[in-house]
């Protein structure tokens, strides 16, 4: 009996038996070729799923980082060739384990070449080709509910084209969880630094600026262009500015009510040290924490969703928790929306390398001048193409989502280079001003003290 | 002078060291997909080794040779950049587990030995 044989014999799932026995018609690319060590590693798409040289050590050494005692069920994305299915099942045998594969050309592959018994006949183990197509989809919700730990393998990930309706979701999981993974320590350190300090909560600030206008800045290329409006558009709009965007603004005599900072880096010190800056400074509980203990003026303290540690912490407290999208602009957008802010204006937020620079002229991100082959191509608002990178496409559909599901807000995208987002359409700055014309003014910083000092 | 060199040398032993089991780091984060902690322990391991190759030149010029050819450490960072550009985290972790770290932990035996003066 063939190993084939063998291991479709084996197959519980009927239907993908059935499937497996017939022929195949996927447009990917599937290669498997023995290892250095001996056993076969596979390629997918031109990317190798495991090492040339060893590749069940190196799927030995993947599963050992992805193990969580506290899950109840993982939910591993490419079957492979069973490798990283074989070491969870021997790291978690109890456990019930999902595995996700969106080609059945690979299943097949890794059934005619290794024998898979182990995994076909354990009851934990159920395997899940993509084209199931609803059920996949009932599955996936499924084990959302449930404590579940993904497994997303980045070369997997990778090698999945970009047209797969599956990536763009994954890849926000993916980077997630490898910026956490990034700065967890980092994070942690500056969590309970910060929380020394018992600063105000930002929600305190929460729906009371309804009716009233606000402008995002960030400190993208277009930022150049639209800067010297804010100087018409204070205390008409409030401005809240991101961390990167301040120099751009000092450097044109302009102070914005309030700046905002996410990021756990050291870095961020630098883009308020020696500012001047005192107005006031909304920061993330994991924030730098060195930036947060330098800054002169009022400094208000966000919690978000996500972070484990805040939300036990804003739960004990009945504090709200803002959404955070990954980005200190994404989170801003959000503490703007829960403000109550009923129109938004995003300046220099082009999501895109426009003018094939990364960021405004003095902004303390620094400007990269860009001219990598592999960058994404993205519509631009003026209509002409423009580059952009896997990270800020990421945050652009998060924006778009988060736009989606916030009716009662007029967006507003100032970048006419910068690249399309979907429910901000592009409103020229100069309309922008002479809309504000018309508004009542307000003194925004002194609005945030009067709030904070009467509670 | 000759203490310079000495202490240079020194140095030079005691890093080549370090950086044979800092390859196996960067594989095993790559391999756990840390790519995160990884890229900053690549751009260390970049600048280290741009200073070996600059050490084991500088001793030439002051007639003291040693069996490490830097043309091939060269090479492996064109392979590494090669890789970090199209993302393949795999090809990478195998470059520095299978090639880099075999390479520096050979080159760790090594020691620079005076050459002698040209007579003609």
């Not at chain 1, 599963?63 to 070491?87: K, N």
């Not at chain 1, 000092?250 to 309030?258: C, H, M, R």
Request: glycine share 4%; aromatic share 10%.
């Amino acid at each position: 009996m063939s190993v084939l044989d063998r291991n479709l014999a084996l197959i519980k799932n009927k239907q993908l038996r059935e499937r497996l026995l017939h022929p195949i018609n996927e447009s990917i690319d599937v290669d498997i070729h023995p290892s250095k060590k001996g056993p076969p590693t596979m390629k997918l798409n031109g990317h190798y799923l495991y090492s040339r040289y060893d590749p069940l050590k190196d799927a030995e050494r993947f599963i050992d980082s992805q193990i969580d005692r506290d899950a109840h069920v993982y939910c591993l994305f490419g079957f492979g060739l069973g490798y990283h299915v074989q070491e969870l099942l021997q790291k978690e045998p109890d456990k019930q384990i999902a595995v996700i594969e969106p080609y059945l050309s690979v299943i097949r592959k890794a059934v005619e070449n290794i024998d898979l018994s182990n995994i076909f006949l354990h009851p934990n183990v159920a395997i899940l080709c993509l084209e199931q197509g609803q059920a996949m989809i009932h599955t996936l919700n499924e084990l959302a509910k449930q404590q579940t730990r993904w497994i997303i393998p980045h070369a997997w990930l990778k090698a999945l084209p970009s047209s797969h309706p599956l990536k763009c979701f994954l890849e926000d999981i993916k980077i997630q969880e490898m910026s956490f993974q990034r700065f967890s320590s980092l994070m942690e350190k500056n969590f309970a630094e910060n929380l020394k300090y018992m600063d105000a909560d930002v929600g305190k600030l929460f729906a009371k600026f309804n009716g009233q206008k606000a402008v995002l800045v960030s400190s993208g290329p277009s930022l150049d262009d639209t800067v010297y409006s804010l100087k018409r558009l204070k205390n008409k709009y409030f401005i809240l500015s991101v961390g990167s965007a301040l120099r751009v603004l000092k450097e044109n005599s302009i102070v914005p009510d309030a700046v905002i900072i996410t990021d756990p880096q050291e870095f961020v010190y630098k883009q308020l040290d020696g500012m001047g800056f005192t107005q006031s400074l909304i920061y993330l509980s994991t924030a730098c924490h060195s930036a947060v203990a330098n800054h002169r003026g009022l400094r208000i303290i966000a919690f978000q969703k996500g972070y484990p540690q805040a939300e036990s912490y804003a739960g004990k407290k009945n504090l709200p928790l803002v959404d955070t999208g990954g980005s200190v602009a994404t989170t801003a957008l959000d503490v703007l929306i829960k403000m109550g802010f009923s129109e938004i204006v995003l300046l220099g937020q082009d999501l895109a390398y426009s003018n094939n620079r990364s960021h405004a002229l003095y902004s303390t991100s620094g400007v990269e001048v860009v001219s990598n082959e592999n960058l994404l191509s993205v519509l631009a608002n003026d209509g002409t193409m423009v580059k952009t990178t896997t990270i800020l496409s990421i945050y652009r559909r998060w924006f778009e989502r988060k736009v989606a599901e916030t009716k009662h807000v007029i967006f507003k995208n100032t970048a006419e280079k910068g690249a399309v987002i979907q429910g901000v359409p592009f409103v020229h700055i100069s309309e922008i001003i002479s809309e504000s014309e018309h508004l009542m003014e307000c003194n925004f910083s002194e609005k945030i003290n009067q709030i904070l000092k009467n509670l | 002078m000759m203490n310079l060199i000495y202490e240079t040398q020194d140095s030079f032993y005691q890093y080549i060291e370090r950086v044979a089991s800092g390859t196996q780091t960067i594989a095993d984060y790559l391999r756990e997909d840390n790519v995160g902690e990884a890229m900053q322990l690549i751009a260390q391991f970049s600048e280290g080794v741009a200073w070996l190759t600059k050490v084991i030149v500088l001793m030439r010029e002051h007639k003291y040779h040693i069996n490490i050819d830097p043309s091939q450490i060269n090479g492996f960072l064109l392979e590494i950049n090669d890789g970090l550009e199209r993302q393949d985290y795999v090809i990478v972790a195998d470059i520095f587990e299978y090639e880099i770290k075999p390479f520096f932990e050979e080159a760790a035996k090594e020691r620079f030995y005076q050459m002698k003066e040209d007579k003609n």
